[in-house]
């Protein structure tokens, strides 16, 4: 079955960094788009950042261009975000997702929580 594991939130001031992983199994990482989510209390699930299967093209959200770097590496089934210049308004729980046979997956969710 799918599965998706999310690692390496946790607590950093601002203007820190931080890399999130997401390891993959169960599907063909190689073939499949993934994005990462961010979920904040009250707040919407809101896409952060999507990479193309061959990881030729990304797309983030305006907030955080420039600053977040999703990759990935197809030989380890894992996806990563690089999170740097960490404001406070980038608290919230990240999730990885993908889609498979037209269904969505999600992992767990790491929290990120940025604050002095």
């Known amino acids: 079955q799918v599965q998706l594991v999310e690692s390496g939130g946790g607590l950093v001031q601002p203007g820190g960094s931080l890399r999130l992983s997401c390891t993959t199994s169960g599907f063909t990482f190689s073939l499949s788009g993934m994005s990462w989510y961010r979920q904040s209390p009250g707040k919407e699930r809101e896409l952060v950042a999507t990479?193309?299967?061959?990881?030729?093209?990304?797309i983030y959200i305006d907030s955080v261009k420039g600053r977040f770097t999703i990759s990935r590496d197809n030989a380890k089934n894992t996806l990563y975000l690089q999170m740097n210049s960490l404001k406070p308004e980038d608290t919230a729980v990240y999730y990885c997702n993908t889609k498979v046979v037209g269904s969505d997956y999600w992992g767990q969710g790491t929290q990120v929580t940025v604050s002095a």
């Open positions: 990479i193309s299967w061959f990881g030729s093209s990304t």
